[in-house]
């Protein structure tokens, strides 16, 4: 039996399967741990670190050696790279945790899942729609046999399965309209300018990777431990902006309520636009078909001071700072990450028509994310927020800047992944990267 097969029955057959502690430990003998890379071994890196400790985490791997320090010395038998194509390479790694900046992330996946190699992969799932498409498709072709997640951990929160209830359940009606935003603001005047030399432990070179060259400034690497992502997300080749940040998790509250899709037509608006800074203040509006239960819904995206309207005048939408909002034939429905409101139109929308469901019919609740992937690997590979689910996601939010970009409302073909009304607006939709870097390997 292969050591990935071994691992599924061992976990799908719990308590029927006994394994002798000689065979789980003995040397070469197949264990019921994963052996685990972790790649980006810092900052949001570090929040992974408990969820594998029950598993071999075989390999580190850093452009930073600085970073490999304190995983290191948990993981004193795992071997520390500086280069993920060559971490990848190890021999007998089963999955993969990467948290490594937003433009290798579909590299990494890449090249992983082409290994066979499960993968938790950090938000956003590329820094392109050709990334986010081409890691879903690798993904598809592997779906059973490997188990991937998309770091949107604040899914697991309760209130997503309580507003997926409501609006299932029908306490807003038929839903017609979504919206959600991020009042977060980095303006930035472009690239930050030659400044000093990396130093010797962090590999620069190796950390632009596949993007175009820009000169090293350590100011890009001056951010606290899991928020030094500000300190580069909003530059066009290194992230998305708020969208594909905050956006990933909030945009994840309608994903998962609605059931995601690929839109048929976009267009977005915001500041004038920067060939090296991403938007701050923008809005993005998309057009999704109808899926198995409900019509087709418009989703609405909105940052950095831009917002929808509020229903009703004495709600003050921008007290929430990330935030969604449903628009049904009944009401609305407006949520955090933590807490939901109802608001019904009128005086006949009474709720009389709302279903609540038995408190036995509530959707359980996920616990923890990281180990929701884990133990997919492992058992069913079932995870909330697969590379399909997480990839149409990124997908529709990157095509946000690309209507930004084109200055025009565009059609898309989700099946072929082109756009259908503009020839031209196509090259938006994929980058050119540096010679020796290959997305697809
Ligand atoms: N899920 C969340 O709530 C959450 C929170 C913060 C950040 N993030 C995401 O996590 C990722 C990392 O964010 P961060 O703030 O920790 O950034 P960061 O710049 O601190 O990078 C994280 C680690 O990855 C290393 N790294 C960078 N490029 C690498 C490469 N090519 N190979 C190997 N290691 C590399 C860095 O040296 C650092 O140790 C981002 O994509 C961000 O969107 C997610």
Same mark, same amino acid.
């Given at each position: 039996?292969?050591?990935?097969?071994?691992?599924?029955?061992?976990?799908?057959?719990?308590?029927?399967?006994?394994?002798?502690?000689?065979?789980?430990?003995?040397?070469?003998?197949?264990?019921?741990?994963?052996?685990?890379?972790?790649?980006?071994?810092?900052?949001?890196?570090?929040?992974?670190?408990?969820?594998?400790?029950?598993?071999?985490?075989?390999?580190?791997?850093?452009?930073?050696?600085?970073?490999?320090?304190?995983?290191?010395?948990?993981?004193?038998?795992?071997?520390?790279?500086?280069?993920?194509?060559?971490?990848?390479?190890?021999?007998?790694?089963?999955?993969?945790?990467?948290?490594?900046?937003?433009?290798?992330?579909?590299?990494?996946?890449?090249?992983?899942?082409?290994?066979?190699?499960?993968?938790?992969?950090?938000?956003?799932?590329?820094?392109?729609?050709?990334?986010?498409?081409?890691?879903?498709?690798?993904?598809?072709?592997?779906?059973?046999?490997?188990?991937?997640?998309?770091?949107?951990?604040?899914?697991?929160?309760?209130?997503?399965?309580?507003?997926?209830?409501?609006?299932?359940?029908?306490?807003?009606?038929?839903?017609?309209?979504?919206?959600?935003?991020?009042?977060?603001?980095?303006?930035?005047?472009?690239?930050?300018?030659?400044?000093?030399?990396?130093?010797?432990?962090?590999?620069?070179?190796?950390?632009?990777?596949?993007?175009?060259?820009?000169?090293?400034?350590?100011?890009?690497?001056?951010?606290?431990?899991?928020?030094?992502?500000?300190?580069?997300?909003?530059?066009?080749?290194?992230?998305?902006?708020?969208? =594909?940040?905050?956006?990933?998790? !909030? &945009?994840? $509250?309608?994903?998962? /309520?609605?059931?995601? #899709?690929?839109?048929?037509?976009?267009?977005?608006?915001?500041?004038?636009?920067?060939?090296?800074?991403?938007?701050?203040?923008?809005?993005?509006?998309?057009?999704?078909?109808?899926?198995?239960?409900?019509?087709?819904?418009?989703?609405?995206?909105?940052?950095?001071?831009?917002?929808?309207?509020?229903?009703?005048?004495?709600?003050?939408?921008?007290?929430?700072?990330?935030?969604?909002?449903?628009?049904?034939?009944?009401?609305?429905?407006?949520?955090?990450?933590?807490?939901?409101?109802?608001?019904?139109?009128?005086?006949?929308?009474?709720?009389?028509?709302?279903?609540?469901?038995?408190?036995?019919?509530?959707?359980?609740?996920?616990?923890?994310?990281?180990?929701?992937?884990?133990?997919?690997?492992?058992?069913?590979?079932?995870?909330?927020?697969?590379?399909?689910? =997480?990839?149409?996601?990124?997908? !529709? &939010?990157? $095509?946000?800047?690309? /209507?930004?970009?084109? #200055?025009?409302?565009?059609?898309?073909?989700?099946?072929?992944?082109?756009?259908?009304?503009?020839?031209?607006?196509?090259?938006?939709?994929?980058?050119?990267?540096?010679?020796?870097?290959?997305?697809?390997?």
């Amino acid at each position: 039996m292969k050591r990935r097969d071994f691992l599924k029955s061992a976990a799908a057959g719990t308590g029927l399967l006994i394994l002798p502690r000689s065979m789980l430990l003995g040397a070469g003998a197949p264990s019921n741990k994963l052996n685990v890379a972790l790649i980006g071994t810092w900052g949001r890196g570090g929040a992974h670190f408990d969820s594998v400790a029950s598993e071999n985490v075989v390999a580190l791997c850093d452009i930073n050696e600085q970073h490999m320090e304190v995983p290191a010395k948990r993981w004193p038998n795992a071997k520390t790279y500086v280069d993920w194509r060559k971490c990848l390479d190890q021999k007998g790694i089963d999955a993969v945790v990467c948290a490594t900046t937003d433009f290798t992330h579909a590299f990494v996946a890449n090249w992983a899942l082409n290994r066979d190699m499960h993968v938790y992969c950090e938000k956003p799932l590329g820094n392109t729609v050709e990334e986010s498409r081409v890691v879903r498709a690798n993904y598809l072709k592997r779906k059973s046999r490997l188990a991937t997640q998309l770091g949107t951990q604040r899914h697991a929160n309760p209130n997503f399965n309580r507003t997926q209830e409501l609006i299932r359940d029908g306490a807003i009606g038929e839903v017609s309209d979504t919206y959600a935003w991020g009042n977060r603001q980095i303006p930035k005047p472009g690239y930050l300018p030659a400044e000093g030399e990396p130093p010797a432990y962090l590999h620069y070179d190796l950390w632009l990777g596949p993007v175009p060259f820009h000169p090293y400034n350590p100011e890009y690497f001056a951010g606290g431990p899991g928020a030094n992502c500000l300190k580069w997300n909003m530059y066009w080749d290194f992230g998305s902006g708020q969208i =594909g940040d905050m956006g990933s998790h !909030t &945009m994840d $509250l309608i994903w998962n /309520a609605m059931g995601g #899709g690929l839109p048929t037509t976009f267009e977005a608006k915001g500041d004038p636009f920067n060939a090296e800074v991403t938007p701050v203040k923008m809005e993005s509006h998309f057009n999704l078909p109808a899926n198995d239960w409900r019509g087709p819904i418009t989703v609405s995206w909105y940052q950095g001071g831009a917002m929808p309207r509020a229903p009703r005048p004495y709600i003050d939408l921008n007290k929430i700072g990330h935030g969604a909002m449903f628009k049904g034939s009944k009401g609305y429905l407006i949520c955090d990450f933590d807490s939901r409101i109802l608001v019904p139109f009128r005086d006949t929308d009474d709720l009389s028509y709302y279903n609540r469901r038995e408190k036995d019919k509530m959707l359980p609740n996920l616990g923890s994310f990281q180990k929701e992937w884990i133990n997919a690997c492992k058992g069913n590979l079932k995870t909330s927020v697969d590379f399909d689910y =997480g990839g149409t996601m990124t997908e !529709t &939010m990157l $095509l946000g800047l690309v /209507a930004y970009r084109a #200055g025009k409302k565009l059609d898309y073909d989700g099946a072929t992944g082109r756009i259908t009304n503009d020839e031209a607006a196509n090259a938006l939709l994929s980058k050119k990267y540096r010679d020796g870097w290959t997305l697809n390997g």
